[in-house]
């Protein structure tokens, strides 16, 4: 059965201070790896899509990359607007499976 | 252009009743699928459809049911509602396949 684990639970960061959010997953046949911004009470937002092994993607402060069992979300000089919690799926038969999410704060 | 649309946005039942959210994807898109987040957890897979056709079905009971329209809207409808059904309730839509699926805004159900 495919599973995403997501690590940390949360994390709190103070505005500048670099990190990376951690997404394990299991899954028979990678069809895509997805990464999504969610703020509290709205649907999530789509930031990244990774195919392969070795693949990264950057938009403003982010980055992705993807290995063959793990993917990182890499966040550089955050400020509080990055703040929301940051939920990674993987496509599995006809679904995408979910991770519990990071709750990350920034601190200004 | 716009992108996924649900309504109600917010939504207050009895228990034992029953509930109808709809679902609008963005233009072009032919696959719609319904997901349950409960809070501090993920989205939990509910039901996937493709050119009116259910694709995939979540490990959720049959008091569970959707459909899709001709032009490629969608509803979830949940009979004989218990307290454990509140919840935000998201749609996704998109091209279909490993295509990136976007989200629309959810709707709040509070089961009373």
Known sequence: ?108 | DAGVTQSPTHLIKTRGQQVTLRCSPISGHKSVSWYQQVLGQGPQFIFQYYEKEERGRGNFPDRFSARQFPNYSSELNVNALLLGDSALYLCASSFGGRFEAFFGQGTRLTVV
């Open chain 1, 1 to 108: 059965e495919d599973q995403v684990t997501q690590s940390p639970e949360a994390l709190r960061l103070q505005e500048g201070e670099s990190s990376s959010l951690n997404c394990s997953y299991t899954v028979s046949g990678l069809r895509g790896l997805f990464w999504y911004r969610q703020d509290p009470g709205k649907g999530p937002e789509f930031l990244f899509t990774l195919y392969s092994a070795g693949e990264e993607k950057e938009k403003e402060r982010l980055k992705a990359t993807l290995t063959k069992k793990e993917s990182f979300l890499h966040i550089t000089a955050p400020k509080p607007e990055d703040s929301a919690t940051y939920l990674c799926a993987v496509q599995g038969d006809q679904k995408l499976v979910f991770g519990q999410g990071t709750r990350l704060t920034i601190n200004p």
